[in-house]
């Protein structure tokens, strides 16, 4: 099942259109996509139940082609986790020694955006990083590894957007505010439910206009998505809707020679093979609304 933020109202998408989970429910399902990720054992024995028509909403294509309507499938986590040096090329390329647990940050939810949405870059120095995100579904503490898929909801792809110069301007390195600048964390295009792929082996990878400058496989992480809801959950209590990023692999911008960064004017396109494509333009800051 594919559950998406149309015009921010959930809905499932389905062959053929969109079924509005409220109105196709008469209000026995909500209506806002984090309501319907945190009841998502209701909304699959709904749809088991009454196999409801899409909607002719008419502009399937259109819409999933542009993305400018869908918003975040996710909009107000009470928790982001982000991990980080977990694919080991990208540890090679930093310079830095992979860990020996998972090293664990957060973004901030005020930098959530949507799959279409334009990043607007605050400086000359933010970078890209592909992710995939595994969205928390149901409450848990002490979450064992082979548990960890009955709590989660599903996945989407996600970009940890990294403002560089403020996050390597000290000694420790620090990194949850330089990622959390208005919209460096568009996530989407929808949410895929578990049960619809194997998360733990698929393509993934990053383009800037016309080139590829990441391309990786999610089986070369050095902590599996188990392992990492296993760990967390052995710390903090996850709750529906928490977002895990589960680490880029290698290609990222400031650890090329010469570093690159996004400019004005770049299409930061994201894919995760089963997942779909996030496509955000770049803009100034002085464009910023
Ligand atoms: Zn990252």
């Known amino acids: 099942m594919k559950l998406a933020n149309l015009d921010g109202r959930a809905v499932a998408l389905v062959d053929g259109g969109v079924v509005d989970l409220a109105k196709a429910s008469d209000g026995y399902l909500p209506s806002e996509p984090d309501e319907a990720i945190a009841r998502l054992a209701d909304v699959k024995s709904w749809f088991a139940d009454h196999g409801p028509e899409p909607t002719s909403d008419g502009s399937e294509g259109e819409f999933l082609s542009d993305l400018s309507r869908l918003g975040p499938p996710v909009t107000s986590p009470r928790q982001i ?21 998972p090293l664990v940050f957060t973004k901030f939810a005020s930098s959530i955006a949507g799959p279409g ?25 002490d979450i064992p590894a082979r548990n960890a898929f009955d709590h989660l909801a599903g996945f989407c792809i996600g970009q940890d957007i990294s403002e560089r110069r403020s996050q390597m301007a000290g000694s420790p390195p620090q990194f949850s505010l330089a990622k959390s600048h208005r919209g460096f964390t568009p996530i989407g ?47 903090c209590e996850l709750f529906p809707g928490d977002l895990i990023f589960t680490g880029t692999p290698s290609g990222v ?8 960064f996004l400019a004005p004017g770049n299409v930061l ?15 100034g800051k002085e464009t910023v609304r």
């Open 253 to 260: 911008g400031f650890s090329r020679t010469p570093a690159r």
């Open 269 to 283: 396109h994201s894919y995760i093979e089963g997942l779909g494509e996030l496509r955000n333009p770049c803009i």
């Open 117 to 141: 949405d334009p990043i607007a870059l605050p400086t000359e120095t933010c970078d890209w990083e592909v992710e995939l995100v595994a969205v928390v579904g149901t409450c848990g503490r």
């Open 81 to 101: 986790f982000a991990v980080g040096l977990n694919y080991v090329d990208h540890g090679t390329e930093t310079g830095l020694a992979i860990p020996d647990e």
């Open 189 to 235: 295009p929808w949410l895929t439910t578990t049960d619809e792929l194997d998360a733990n082996d698929l393509a993934i990878s990053t383009r800037i206009d016309n080139e590829t400058v990441q391309s990786a496989r999610t089986s070369d992480m050095v902590f599996d998505i188990a392992t990492l809801v296993s760990h967390l959950s052995g710390i």
